[in-house]
């Protein structure tokens, strides 16, 4: 009986044995098989086929952009001039310092509205108007406050100091950007929008001795209306 249990034992031993030997010759399971190698890189083994589509299109950008010339922050110029209809108005100031006052300009050229509809689950756009845009321009201003005087003046047209409104015909201004080439001349592609005063807003500070800033912000006026 105590042979025939040690048999057992020696035999559980050996099937240990030969196991764990199994699982040391056993090499772990690769991440990416040979298979899965191939399929990710080139013959040469040095670059992605993964990548290859990207860095493809990233040269054919590269090459499209080089024959193209980009336009810069500085190729614009702007003017402000009365409505045609305003020939009483008057009182502008010369287009020429505006555009050199002016250190930046910002608009919307396009502003489309619309309503979402509920359609079962889905949604419909429902368009229901075309806007005007508003103009934003920073600007410096001179010692005798031209611009601001100006701007004041003619929001007073808007809204009179007596409580009642003016008419479009006296405080309407046109605001003309024109693109300009690399070479600082007009390319003849200008852009007019009929606006009139609505905020002014100053910065001055003592910090650094900066320079003194306006933002005049103007809103659009009736849309049906040419500038």
Do not use: H
Request: charged share 20%; net charge negative.
């Amino acid at each position: 009986m105590l042979g025939s249990g040690a048999a057992k034992l020696a035999n559980v031993a050996a099937m240990a044995s030969a196991l764990l030997g199994a699982a040391r010759e056993t090499p772990a399971a690769p991440v990416i098989g040979a298979d899965d190698m191939r399929r990710l890189t080139d013959p040469s083994g040095r670059q992605s086929l993964a990548d290859a589509e990207p860095l493809a299109a990233i040269r054919r950008g590269a090459d499209a952009l080089a024959t193209m010339t980009l336009a810069l922050g500085w190729q614009w110029s702007v003017s402000l001039e009365d409505w045609s209809g305003a020939a009483s108005a008057g009182g502008m100031p010369d287009s020429a310092a505006v555009n050199v006052l002016c250190r930046s300009v910002s608009f919307g050229s396009r502003t489309i509205t619309g309503d979402p509809q509920a359609v079962a689950s889905a949604q419909w756009d429902r368009v229901t108007a075309a806007q005007g845009t508003q103009i934003r321009m920073t600007t410096l201003d001179t010692e005798d406050e031209l611009l601001r005087r100006w701007f004041e003046g003619r929001a007073d047209r808007v809204a009179r100091p007596d409580g009642t409104f003016g008419l479009p015909v006296d405080y309407a201004v046109v605001v003309t950007i024109r693109q300009l080439s690399g070479a600082g001349a007009s390319t003849g592609e200008a852009r007019q929008f009929l606006v009139r005063p609505a905020t002014i807003e100053e910065e001055m500070s003592r910090e650094a001795m900066d320079m003194k800033l306006l933002t005049l912000v103007f809103d659009p006026m009736d849309t049906f209306l040419a500038p």
